[in-house]
Each structure stands twice: as structure tokens, then as C-alpha cells.
């Protein structure tokens, strides 16, 4: 029902509940179809799923050792000392958070990584750290890259509003190589590039042996399992035998039904036609969904934030935040008393309690939707690994999104329950927090020994 007649928000918000529900018919074909694009990827055929080997199976648990850990998220950057006891045990000893600014995201290579290793600087000094012995690092790069070995890969295409020129194409771990030579720092050693989920999976695996799901639910969204290597026909192994963790690039995934809310979004994107699952569950996309639909309704319905320029208040792009959306969904009290100074906050002192519930409504819609996509995401691979669901899985997930969303998670363990009934239990949802820097930690110890074992 696509109208510009007037209408009351109450329709509005029913029409949006049909056009944002996830049923579970819709999420067992969304499973068949995730199968058939991860079997695609894996064979290396064309397909949404770009299926990546990351050249590391899950730890022993007797890893150990001093690393740096560097994560490139989306929105963060954080340089990690990890401390791994050997005995299961991952403690970070110092951590440093920067924010990318937009000009290095959006301006060339070089100054991206000029200022990612200015941090790496700046987080030494500050932690009196030893620049006269040389620290094993490794790197967790959140975008995807065709790895080569445990310590090579390639950019494929920047995702997350990143477009930093002349970064497409090239090894990630040259460009830091380089970048640390022009500043000089040779205490650095670079011994493996891994993937934000396959450090998530690894960390929680490090302390966890029934995790073999890694996911992300940040700023993007992405998720890598454990494979068997005869199941990954593309790298032509013969013989092989053991696993390899295989980073999905989920975010990519396709076969989505999009609502002209998103379809709107994806245009004014800077990566169009990509990314759709990441468009729909991910933590930088939520509010903008949830914003074209709030101006919509403004102009749809006449009573909705009537006398105030509602409008004009929400009406720059990316405007509305998925922390907002949190803080509105959050608000518990009797006259949704935080929403009202959110709106106040915004230019909207003359708020009704039903435009605030309106609003809060429209959250949950959007928000419901990026926790059951999340879900039938999850199932899918579950599922691809084990049909009758015999054994346990954990599955590890970082982000804020997942971390910091009130009833996200509760929303995603709904789907299993309603999906696998009793067998619903053998799924474990776990919040790894720094899941994706100790990971990393954990990958350059693997690094090292593989490196020692060499004949
Ligand atoms: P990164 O994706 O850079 O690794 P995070 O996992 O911390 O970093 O995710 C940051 C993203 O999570 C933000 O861009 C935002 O979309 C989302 N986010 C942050 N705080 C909240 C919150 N309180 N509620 C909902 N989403 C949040
Ligand atoms: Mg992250």
C-alpha cells in the first residue's frame, strides 16, 4: 500500500508491521537460500557469499604470549596488548580507542594508514612500552579480503562508508608495512591479518571449545564458521582433511526482500546494489531506515508531531543513530519521559505521549526486523553445519549493536525457540566484548608457532 492520502499513524504503524515482518516461512526460505549462495562461494562460483578462507582453524587453548593486536572496525580503532596465559586465559593489559575521523575514512590509503600507525605510536608511548624488543602484531581488518596466507590479503571493496583511494586491490599488510617504515617504528612485527569475526570466533573458542560461530553486529554486520577443508572445493586442497575458519562476508547476502525504505537508503548509499543484509540489520543503517520512515509519516499522517517541524528536526541524512533508536526503546517510563527530551533535544519541545509512542513503535519495527534477519542469518549457518542440530554451538558475537540494543538479543533467541523448539537450547548466544582484538592476539601466537614449526 504505497498512498499519499492522509492516514492515522495507528494504520501507518500496522502497515509497517506487515511490510517489516519476518515470518518463519520467510526465514526458512531465507535458510535455503543462504545455503545454496554459501555452497556457490565455497566452490568459487559467483555468488552474494563471498566465502573467504582465513587459513586458521580453531586455538588449542595453549597459545601463549605478548601481542598487539591492531582492530579497524567501521566506527573504531583500537590498539590492543594481549597477554594469552597459555591456559585458556586472554587478558588485554592496555587498550586505546581512536575514532576514524571522516577525512582519513573518505580521503587516500596513505592517510588512512598514517594515522592508524600515529595511534600505534601514541598507544607505546603511553604505555611505556619497550620499544627496544620487537612485538608479534596482528591486524584485524573489518572489510573484505581475499587472504592468501595467515599474513596476506587483498582488498576487495570497502564496505561501511570507507573509500580511502588506492586501498582497493592492495595487501593490507604491505600498506601497514610501508606506513610503519615512513614513522619509523621497526619494534613491530606483523605476523597475521585476520577478519573481525574470525577473531571473534577465535577468542571465544580460546576460553570456549563449543563455539564455532563468530559473528559481528556493529557498525557492519558479518559472521564466519568452522568448515571442513574437503568442504571448501575452491582451494583445491587434495586430500584435505582438519577445518578452516571461513569468513562468510554475510553482509553481501542478497536475496532479501527490501521495502522502498531501503531501497531509498541503498540508493543514496555510496555502495549501491551491495550489502543488502548489512543495509538491513547493521548498527550504522538502523536509524537512517527508521528517519525516512519518521519523515514519511510526518507527511502522511496530519496529527503526527503536529505543530512542530518534525521535518526539518530529522531532515539531514544519518540524522537519527542506532544509539538513539536504543535510548527510545529503552525509555520505560510512564510518559516516555527520555524520548520526550531526546525530541526536545531535536527541536520537538511539543511532543504528545502519542507521538512519542508512535515513535518508540517505529523503532521496534525496524529493529525487530534487524534482530530476526540477524537470527535466520545465524540459523542458516547452524544448520548448514549441523541439519538435526545434535550438537551445542556458542556462537560469539561482538559489537555494540548486539552489546548495547535493549531486547536485541532477546529478540534473536525468540526465533530459535519458535524455529527448533526444545532443540533451541543447544544454541548459545554469547557476547564477546573486545572478542574481535584478543582474537587477533590469539591468530598472531598461532602465526608465530606455525612460523617456528616450520621445517
Ligand atoms: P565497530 O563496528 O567499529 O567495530 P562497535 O562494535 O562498537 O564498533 O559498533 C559501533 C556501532 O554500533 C555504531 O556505529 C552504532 O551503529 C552501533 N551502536 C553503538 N552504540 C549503540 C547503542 N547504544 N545502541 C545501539 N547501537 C549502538
Ligand atoms: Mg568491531
Not at 22 to 37: C, G, N, P, Q, R
Not at 188 to 196: Q, S
Not at 204 to 224: E, F, K, M, Q, W
Not at 267 to 277: E, H, R
Amino acid at each position: 500500500m504505497v498512498t499519499s492520502a492522509p492516514i492515522a499513524s495507528e494504520e501507518f504503524v500496522s502497515y509497517l508491521e506487515n511490510l517489516f515482518t519476518i515470518s518463519l516461512k520467510d526465514i526458512k526460505v531465507i535458510i535455503t537460500d543462504f545455503h545454496a549462495e554459501m555452497q556457490k562461494g565455497l566452490s568459487g562460483y559467483e555468488s552474494s557469499l563471498k566465502m573467504i578462507p582465513s587459513f586458521v582453524d580453531r586455538p588449542k587453548g595453549d597459545e601463549h604470549g605478548s601481542f598487539i593486536a591492531l582492530d579497524l572496525g567501521g566506527t573504531n580503532f583500537r590498539v590492543l596488548a594481549v597477554e594469552l596465559d597459555g591456559k585458556r586465559n586472554a587478558t588485554v593489559r592496555a587498550v586505546s580507542k581512536f575514532v576514524i575521523p571522516k577525512k582519513e575514512m573518505r580521503g587516500t590509503g596513505v592517510q588512512l594508514f598514517d594515522f592508524i600507525v600515529g595511534c600505534i605510536d601514541s598507544f607505546l608511548t603511553e604505555n611505556s612500552i619497550d620499544r627496544k624488543k620487537l612485538y608479534n602484531l596482528s591486524f584485524t581488518f573489518s572489510f573484505p579480503v581475499e587472504q592468501t596466507t595467515i599474513a596476506a590479503g587483498k582488498l576487495l571493496i570497502w564496505t561501511k562508508g570507507f573509500t580511502a583511494k588506492g586501498v582497493e586491490g592492495k595487501d593490507i599488510i604491505i600498506l601497514l608495512n610501508e606506513a610503519l617504515s615512513r614513522r619509523n617504528i621497526s619494534c613491530i612485527k606483523v605476523t597475521a591479518l585476520a577478519n573481525d569475526t574470525v577473531g571473534t570466533l577465535v577468542a571465544r573458542s580460546y576460553t570456549d571449545p563449543t563455539c564455532d560461530l563468530g559473528v559481528i553486529l556493529g557498525t557492519g554486520t558479518n559472521a564466519c564458521y568452522r568448515e571442513k577443508l574437503s568442504n571448501i572445493q575452491k582451494l583445491k586442497v587434495a586430500d584435505a582433511k582438519g577445518y578452516m575458519i571461513v569468513n562468510m562476508e554475510w553482509g553481501n547476502f542478497n536475496q532479501l526482500r527490501l521495502t522502498r525504505y531501503d531501497n531509498e537508503l541503498d540508493q543514496a548509499s555510496v555502495n549501491p546494489g551491495a550489502m543488502y543484509l548489512e543495509k538491513m540489520v547493521s548498527g550504522m543503517y538502523l536509524g537512517e531506515i527508521t528517519r525516512l520512515i519518521l519523515i514519511d509519516l510526518t507527511k502522511r499522517d496530519p496529527i503526527f508531531l503536529k505543530d512542530s517541524d518534525a521535518a526539518e528536526s530529522f531532515k539531514k541524512r544519518n540524522s537519527l543513530k542506532a544509539e538513539h533508536m536504543s535510548l527510545i526503546e529503552g525509555d520505560t517510563t510512564t510518559n516516555l519521559d527520555e524520548i520526550d527530551r531526546f525530541l526536545r533535544n531535536n527541536g520537538i519541545s511539543n511532543s504528545t505521549p502519542h507521538d512519542r509512542t508512535t515513535l518508540k513503535r517505529l523503532c521496534e519495527v525496524v529493529s525487530a526486523r534487524a534482530a530476526r534477519l540477524g537470527a535466520a542469518a545465524i540459523s542458516a549457518v547452524i544448520t548448514w553445519m549441523d541439519p538435526e542440530l545434535k550438537d551445542v554451538h556458542t556462537v560469539g558475537i561482538d559489537g555494540s549493536l548486539f552489546e548495547k540494543y535493549p531486547g536485541f538479543e532477546a529478540k534473536m533467541t525468540d526465533v530459535f525457540k519458535k524455529m527448533y523448539v526444545e532443540k533451541a537450547k543447544k544454541i548459545t548466544l554469547v557476547n564477546s566484548k573486545d572478542g574481535s582484538g584478543k582474537g587477533a592476539a590469539i591468530i598472531a601466537a598461532i602465526a608465530a608457532s606455525s612460523e617456528t614449526n616450520q621445517p
